[in-house]
């Protein structure tokens, strides 16, 4: 695996970047409201992009790097590298918030998690984001990977803008995770895993599911 350790870092930068603004924005929710948090959401993800994109490809989300796996765009090495540097990128913002943002811990879950709200149980928050997720992975496909997409111009912020209307729609109802690395974060640092697995199937069957349509329908193989 070559370049390994760069890609592995910024990875780990990028995903701690969308955990620490993002968790820090729901802490401040009075003050931002659901739209400050998506847009707080979107636009780290859309900066990071643009920052390390040309590094390792700007997924700083495993359903992202499960996408790329499952169309055999890179090795289950390469795979588990991006993963971890995932994980660990948002466990660190994670802890930084606890450590550094008064009233991190006053937020349900803690620390800027997700759960799933009053009346939506297990089956619909994994329906839910399967289909957010999908149109997040579907537009990094269609932007970044895609050879006809606009990677080099706009595919960051296409990218942060479908992470935005994700939570618009979706964040009243599962906080709009649509990353597993960016949920298991604050709920590892906090302990705090009541519906924890929503986020992990969800988000990993709707990246699957949208990097493989894309891949095998729309995109023009040479």
């Not at 929710?29 to 700007?58: D, F, N, Y």
């Not at 990094?140 to 935005?164: K, N, S, Y």
């Not at 009541?194 to 493989?212: D, F, N, Q, R």
Request: aromatic share 10%; hydrophobic share 55%.
């Amino acid at each position: 695996m070559e370049n390994a350790m760069p890609r592995g870092v910024a990875e780990l930068v990028g995903t701690f970047t969308l955990t620490f603004i993002g968790g820090a924005a729901i802490v401040n929710a009075q003050a931002t409201g659901l739209i400050g948090i998506a847009m707080a959401h979107g636009l780290a993800l859309a900066v990071m992009i643009s920052c390390v994109g040309h590094i390792s490809g700007g997924h700083f989300n495993p359903a992202v790097t499960t996408g790329f796996l499952v169309t055999g765009r890179m090795s289950a090495g390469e795979g588990a590298v991006y993963i971890i540097s995932q994980l660990l990128g948002a466990t660190l913002a994670a802890l930084l918030l606890l450590t550094l943002v008064p009233g991190a811990t006053g937020t349900n879950p803690p620390l800027g998690g997700q759960a799933l709200a009053a009346g939506v149980g297990f089956g619909p928050g994994v329906g839910i984001e399967i289909i957010l997720t999908f149109f997040l992975v579907f537009t990094v496909f269609a932007t970044a990977v895609d050879e006809r997409g606009a990677f080099r111009m706009i595919a960051g912020f296409g990218i942060g803008l479908a992470l935005a209307f994700s939570i618009l729609a979706g964040g009243p109802f599962t906080g709009a995770s649509l990353n597993p690395a960016r949920s298991f974060g604050p709920a590892l640092v906090s302990m705090f895993w009541t519906g924890h697995l929503v986020y992990w199937i969800g988000p990993l069957i709707g990246g699957a599911l949208a990097a493989l349509l894309y891949d095998n329908v729309l995109m023009e193989k040479k």
